[in-house]
């Protein structure tokens, strides 16, 4: 299984930005997808999930400004972060499976300046 994550960068804050994810050696549509975010010196922590019937779930503070999608037929995860913060700079991961058991993909950077 291997995820590549993409689209993080630098923005100014009340920007947006959409992240991607695309997912291989999988059965993408049966499972469950996640976005974490990690800042230096703190545990990673979920920013949002979507099962495979698209229903969604998103830490509070990101409620309302970030969206989670999925397309099957790309094999691919998205985030659309809107609003975006200088508290949501952190790195991104995408992951299947859980924080304990699951697969991570390379993180990709967003940084917010204020």
């Known amino acids: 299984v291997q995820l590549q994550a993409s689209g993080g960068g630098l923005v100014q804050a009340g920007g947006s930005l959409r992240l991607s994810c695309a997912a291989s050696?999988?059965?993408?549509?049966?499972?469950?997808m996640q976005w974490y975010r990690q800042v230096p010196g703190n545990e990673r922590e979920l920013v949002a999930r979507?099962?495979?019937?698209?229903?969604?779930v998103y830490q509070d503070s990101v409620k309302g400004r970030f969206s989670i999608s999925r397309d099957n037929a790309k094999n691919s995860v998205y985030l659309q972060m809107d609003k975006l913060k200088p508290e949501d700079t952190a790195t991104y991961y995408c992951?299947?499976?859980?924080?304990?058991?699951?697969?991570w993909g390379l993180g990709t950077q967003v940084t917010v300046s204020s």
């Open positions: 979507i099962e495979p019937n698209g229903e969604n």
């Open positions: 050696g999988i059965i993408f549509s049966a499972v469950t």
């Open positions: 992951n299947t499976g859980g924080a304990k058991f699951g697969v």
